[in-house]
């Protein structure tokens, strides 16, 4: 059975910086790309970053160029490294699947941006 299990949320302010992890059991990792999402209060789940297998990315434009997603196979995890924090970026944020697959929504980890 495949979980994913992220970690690396908290409280920042604005103009911060954050970096999740995402680490994946199973031997699912290597076979799909791979995204981050988030959920703020009231909306629906967004895609913010996505990464292939061969490490090509995609971002959304609201965190285009502040944040950076990554991949180690060798250590099946992905990562979201977040600068310049907004409050807007205040969300709980996922990792899954490109596409997402709904047996792998894990917890999430929250991420808060305040002053």
């Known amino acids: 059975q495949v979980q994913l299990v992220e970690s690396g949320g908290g409280l920042v302010q604005p103009g911060g910086s954050l970096k999740l992890s995402c680490a994946a059991s199973?031997?699912?990792?290597?076979?799909?790309?791979m995204g981050w999402y988030r959920q703020a209060p009231g909306n629906q789940r967004e895609l913010v970053a996505r990464i292939t297998t061969g490490g090509s990315t995609n971002y959304a434009d609201s965190v285009k160029g502040r944040f950076t997603i990554s991949r180690d196979n060798a250590k099946n995890t992905v990562y979201l490294q977040m600068n310049s924090l907004k409050f807007e970026d205040t969300a709980v944020y996922y990792c899954?699947?490109?596409?997402?697959?709904?047996?792998?929504w894990g917890q999430g980890t929250q991420v808060t941006v305040a002053s």
């Open positions: 199973g031997s699912i990792f290597k076979l799909y790309a």
């Open positions: 899954n699947t490109i596409p997402p697959l709904n047996p792998y």
